[in-house]
C-alpha cells in the first residue's frame, strides 16, 4: 500500500470514529430530552449546549448557565401558558355543551314518550281491518304447527293482544298440532299443550300428531306405563273432536299395547285418518307383537290409514287390530307376504286406493284362485326379492274399477318362476307406471302391457337393454297383402296410449361409459321405431296416435348420458314431432320436475321426523 492509499484509509477511519461519535451524542441527547419530556410530535429538542451540560446532573450552575436558561426559557413560558388558557377555555366550553346536552336529553324524554304514544296510536297496522290480520296470521302457520314459543299460534299469540285475538278467532290455526313427547319428563306439559290446542281449536276437527320419545330397545318401566295410562287418559276428553290421529314411537308397540288403559275415555267416532309410525324397524320381530286396542273397535268414519314400519304384520294370531271393513285408503310400509296381501284386501273391500310393500321370500304363498276386488281403482306395489312373478302375485285378484296400477321391483339372484297364464284381464287401467325391471322380468311386464289394452298413460323406469325389447314391442303394424291372401298383424301392443316418460337409467355395473353409451344407443333405436309407427299418419285403423313423450336420460351416479344420444333421438323423430308429438329430452333428474298427478302422498310422520327439523321440533 502507497502513503497515499495510507492517508485515505486513516481518513476515512477517523471520519467512521467521528460519525459514531455524532451518533453516540445523539442518542445521548435524545434519552436526555425524553426524560425530561419534550418528545414533541417526535422531534427532537434543541438545548443550549452549556444547558444540556447541567441536564446531566444536579451541580449547581453558574451564573452564566443560569442567566442564559432565564432568557432562553421565556419564549416556551409564554406558549405554555397562552396553550393552557385555550385548553382551558375549551374544557369550559365541553362542560357547558354537555350539561346543555343532558339538559335537552332529560328535556326531551316528555315529548318522546308522547310522540310514541301518538304514533302508536297513529300506526299503519292499526287501519289494518281485522279480516286482514287475521289472513296475515293464517300465513305464518308452518306445515308442522308445533307448541314451540317461536312458532305460531303461540309466538304470535304473546305478541300484542290484537294478534292474540287473531289467532283465537282463527280456530284453523290450532287444529293441528305436532308433539314430541320425552318419556322421562314431559307428561304434564303434553297434557297441557293438547288441552290448549283443542280448546282453542274450537269445534274445528283436531289433527293430533304424538310421538313419543323414549328409550330405544328397551321395554317400558312400570313407571313409564303408568305416566302413559295418565297421559292418555288426560287427553280423553280431546279424542271426540279428533279427526286425524298420528301414533309414533321407535318401537309402537310400546305405546299401541297400552291403550286400553285409556279406552274407556277415548271416543274415536270422528276418526277419518290414522298414521302410525315405529321408527327402528321396518319388519316384525319376536316380541313386537301388537294386540287389537278396544279405542279403535268402534272407528266408524275411519277412512284413511297410512302405516311405516310393522303394523298388521305384527297382530296377534287371528286377532284384528282395527275395524278396516271402512277404510278407502291405505298406504302401508311394512314387508307383507304375497298371501298377506291378499289377507288384508279381503279385510279392506271398500278400499280405493293402495300402496304395499310385498316380500315374497317367506313360506306364505299366493293363493290360486282369483277373487273379485270391486272398490280399488289406484294400485302401487313395491314388490322385494322376488320369488314369484308380478303376475302371480296380481291374479290373486280381479280389480274390474283399477284404473292406476304402478309397479316397482327389486330383484335378488334367485331364479325367477315365469309368468303366470292365469293373469285376469286389467282392461280398465289408464296410468301404468313400472320402475327397476330387469331382463329376466320382460316375460311379466309383456303379459301386463297385452292386458292393459285402454292405456294412456305410461311410466318406465329401468335399464335401456329392458327398454329396447319392450319398445319393439309395441311398434304398430299393418296387415299385408301377399300372393296368398292377406296376411293378419298381431295385435298391436297398448292401441289408446297416447302419453309415455321413460327414465332411462344407465347402470354403470362395469363402468364401461361407451358399453353404456351402447346400451341407450340401442334403446333409442328402439324408441325411435316405436314413436315412428305411432305418429297420426303410420297408425293403423282403431289406434291412438302418440302425443307426449318425456325422456329422461340419467347415470346412476348422477352424471347425465350425454347431449348427443338426446339429439340422435330427437333427429329420428323429427316427423313424429312434424306431425304433432310433444317430445322433451332432459339429461338429468334436475332439468326438470316431473312430479305426476297419480303419485300418492307421503306419510306425515316423514318431514316432521327428519334430521333437518329436530331444532324446530325442540
Known amino acids: 500500500m502507497n502513503e497515499e492509499d495510507q492517508l485515505s484509509s486513516a481518513s476515512e477511519y477517523e471520519d467512521d470514529n467521528l460519525k459514531a461519535l455524532r451518533i453516540q451524542r445523539h442518542a445521548r441527547r435524545e434519552a436526555i430530552t425524553k426524560s425530561w419530556g419534550y418528545n414533541l410530535y417526535k422531534e427532537i429538542v434543541e438545548f443550549p449546549s452549556d444547558v444540556l451540560s447541567f441536564l446531566r446532573s444536579n451541580i449547581l450552575p453558574p451564573y452564566s448557565v443560569i442567566k442564559s436558561a432565564q432568557a432562553f426559557r421565556e419564549e416556551p413560558a409564554s406558549q405554555v401558558q397562552r396553550i393552557d388558557a385555550r385548553l382551558l377555555a375549551i374544557e369550559q366550553e365541553i362542560e357547558a355543551l354537555k350539561k346543555e346536552n343532558d339538559a335537552l336529553r332529560e328535556g326531551s324524554k316528555a ?3 308522547k310522540l310514541r304514544g301518538y304514533d302508536a296510536v297513529l300506526a299503519p297496522f292499526r287501519r289494518l281491518p281485522f279480516d286482514i290480520i287475521c289472513e296475515i296470521a293464517r300465513h305464518t302457520l308452518p306445515p308442522h304447527p308445533s307448541p314451540c314459543i317461536n312458532q305460531s299460534p303461540l309466538n304470535i299469540s304473546q305478541t300484542s293482544s290484537v294478534w292474540r285475538a287473531a289467532a283465537q278467532f282463527l280456530p284453523q290455526l290450532w287444529s293441528t298440532v305436532y308433539i314430541m313427547i320425552h318419556m322421562e319428563n314431559s307428561w304434564r306439559k303434553a297434557r297441557r299443550q293438547v288441552s290448549e290446542f283443542s280448546i282453542n281449536a274450537k269445534k274445528q276437527p283436531l289433527s293430533l300428531f304424538l310421538f313419543f320419545d323414549g328409550a330405544r330397545n328397551e321395554p317400558l318401566s312400570s313407571m313409564a306405563k303408568k305416566m302413559l295410562g295418565r297421559f292418555l287418559q288426560s287427553i280423553g276428553p280431546s279424542m271426540p273432536q279428533v279427526e286425524r290421529l298420528g301414533i309414533g314411537a321407535y318401537n309402537l308397540a310400546d305405546i299401541w299395547n297400552n291403550l286400553d288403559l285409556a279406552s274407556s275415555s277415548w271416543n274415536l267416532e270422528s276418526l277419518k285418518y290414522l298414521h302410525t309410525l315405529s321408527q327402528d324397524i321396518f319388519t316384525a320381530s ?11 273397535r268402534n272407528t266408524p268414519a ?10 298388521f304384520t305384527c297382530a296377534a294370531l287371528g286377532s284384528q287390530l282395527l275395524d278396516s271393513s271402512s277404510l278407502r285408503e291405505l298406504n302401508l310400509r311394512e314387508d307383507l307376504s304375497a298371501g298377506g296381501w291378499a289377507d288384508l284386501l279381503d279385510l279392506c273391500p271398500r278400499l280405493e286406493i293402495g300402496q304395499f310393500h310385498i316380500q315374497t321370500c317367506d313360506d306364505s304363498q299366493p293363493r290360486p284362485f282369483a277373487q273379485t276386488h270391486e272398490a280399488i281403482r289406484d294400485l302401487s306395489l313395491y314388490i322385494l326379492y322376488e320369488t314369484a312373478s308380478i303376475t302371480t302375485i296380481l291374479s290373486q285378484f280381479r280389480m274390474p274399477a283399477l284404473k292406476i296400477l304402478r309397479i316397482s321391483t327389486e330383484d335378488d339372484d334367485d331364479p325367477i318362476p315365469s309368468a303366470t297364464s292365469t293373469f285376469h284381464s286389467y282392461a280398465n287401467v289408464r296410468h301404468l307406471s313400472i320402475a327397476v325391471i330387469y331382463e329376466q322380468r320382460f316375460a311379466d311386464i309383456h303379459h301386463i302391457l297385452n292386458e292393459t289394452v285402454n292405456l294412456e298413460e305410461r311410466v318406465l323406469t329401468s335399464c335401456p337393454l329392458t327398454f329396447g325389447t319392450i319398445f319393439d314391442a309395441m311398434v304398430f303394424e299393418f296387415a299385408t297383402l301377399n300372393s296368398t291372401g292377406p296376411t293378419t298383424a298381431r295385435r298391436n301392443m297398448l292401441p289408446r296410449l297416447s302419453t309415455i316418460r321413460v327414465e332411462a337409467e344407465s347402470r ?19 324408441l325411435a321405431r316405436m314413436l315412428n309407427s305411432r305418429r297420426p299418419s303410420q297408425i293403423p285403423s282403431g289406434c291412438q296416435a302418440m302425443r307426449k313423450a318425456i325422456i329422461q336420460l340419467y347415470h346412476t ?11 340422435e333421438l330427437l333427429n329420428k323423430t323429427s316427423h313424429c314431432q312434424t306431425e304433432g308429438l310433444v317430445l322433451r329430452c332432459l339429461n338429468s333428474r334436475s332439468d326438470d320436475v316431473l312430479d305426476w298427478e297419480h303419485d300418492p302422498p307421503s306419510h306425515p310422520f316423514d318431514e316432521w321426523l327428519a334430521p333437518d327439523a329436530h331444532e324446530t321440533r325442540t
Open 111 to 113: 315529548y318522546r314518550t
Open 286 to 296: 319376536e316380541g313386537d307383537t301388537l294386540l287389537p286396542a278396544a279405542a279403535f
Open 302 to 311: 275411519l277412512t284413511r290409514m297410512s302405516a311405516f314400519g310393522p303394523f
Open 508 to 526: 354403470l355395473w362395469t363402468r364401461d361409459k361407451l358399453k353404456v353409451m351402447n346400451e341407450t344407443i340401442l334403446y333409442v333405436d328402439a
Open 557 to 567: 351416479d348422477g352424471s347425465s348420458s350425454g347431449t348427443s344420444v338426446a339429439e
